[in-house]
């Protein structure tokens, strides 16, 4: 028997660990189902977990806010990403946790009487922008599809209701650009698939207060742009603004802060990755070597 490939990717599934090719749930489980599940990622940079307590703060909030339980405390979960990290090897790693509702007794349909699942898996590093569009910026809609209302789904609490970041990201792929933020009732833009979104504007930093997940890429930017003495506005950002705004930039844990270049069709600014977006990008990668936000992990 040869043993297992771990090399692209481990998964743990319901407590055991297995290559990602062949990590799979029940068709059963209502994550599946009826995309009743939370999650959170977490990023490894050069052997260590970034910001890791701040993604498995997240996840537990989440986990509380949709009535789920994943039968691990922080410490475990912890333990179990490690674990799915060291045996893939990967330096540069993209680590999922997923909480599912898993399935009631066969013929109920009564969500308080369904088993929860814990899943967790490691793969590479995932950019959510390749090398060129690092360099010279993404092109990025507003879309027109507007984002769920908060009052229905609660957007702090990382789900997978993605249908409509998923469509408006089709109609910004059929109109050339690279990818694709969504509105609210009132216009103002929120979040993308994955991301949130900021502008600079007169030297202030601005990026949207309500209707989109805080992220942890988010949270880090507001951070660094107080570390840097400059002005950081929360508030409500209209498409206009975004669309006149002197930078644009993105910021996810599938890359950190991107640059955008040219939104619905126009340029911003110059055309190239702004001054103050440029900073912000090596503070990034610098603050991936400060102690206090990285955890290293023994790969022994
Ligand atoms: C995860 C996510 C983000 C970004 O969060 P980070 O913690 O910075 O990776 C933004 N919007 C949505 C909808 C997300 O799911």
């Known amino acids: 028997m040869t043993s297992p490939d771990y090399s692209k990717g481990v998964a743990c599934v319901r407590g055991q660990y297995v290559p990602i090719a062949e990590a799979s749930i029940p068709i059963t489980d209502w994550g599946f189902l009826r995309s009743d599940a939370t999650y959170d990622v977490v990023t490894v940079w050069d ?33 179990t990403l490690t674990q799915c990290v060291r045996l893939s090897g990967l330096r540069a790693s993209y680590v999922e946790m997923i909480c599912t509702r898993g399935q009631p007794p066969w013929g109920s349909r009564d969500p308080r009487l369904a088993v929860n699942q814990f899943y967790a898996f490691a793969v590479p590093y ?17 879309s027109d599809v507007q984002r769920i209302p908060s009052a229905s789904v609660d957007p702090r609490a990382k789900n997978y209701h993605w249908n409509d970041l998923t469509m408006g990201l089709l109609g910004a792929l059929d109109a050339g650009a690279d990818s694709v933020v969504l509105v609210d009732a009132q216009g103002n833009v929120v979040e993308g698939p994955g991301f949130n979104v900021f502008c600079v504007r007169q030297g202030a930093v601005v990026t949207p207060a309500q209707g989109m997940l805080e992220g942890i890429s ?58 103050i977006t440029r900073r912000l990008v090596e503070t990034y990668w610098a603050w991936h070597r400060d102690p206090a936000l990285n955890r290293a992990i023994d790969y022994t």
């Open 126 to 142: 995932v950019w959510l922008a390749n090398e060129a569009q690092r360099a010279n910026g993404l092109h990025l809609c507003i």
């Open 47 to 79: 052997g260590a977990f970034f910001r890791m307590d701040a993604h498995l703060e997240r996840f537990l909030l989440s986990c509380k806010r949709w009535r789920l339980d994943p039968g691990l405390n922080a410490e475990q979960i912890a333990q």
């Open 218 to 275: 988010r949270r880090t930017v507001i951070e660094m742009a107080q570390s840097l003495r400059l002005e950081v506005q929360v508030r409500a950002l209209p498409a206009d603004e975004l669309r006149s705004a002197d930078e644009v930039f993105l910021s996810t844990s599938g890359g950190g802060v991107l640059p955008v270049t040219v939104v619905d069709g126009a340029a911003i600014g110059d055309g190239k990755p702004g001054a």
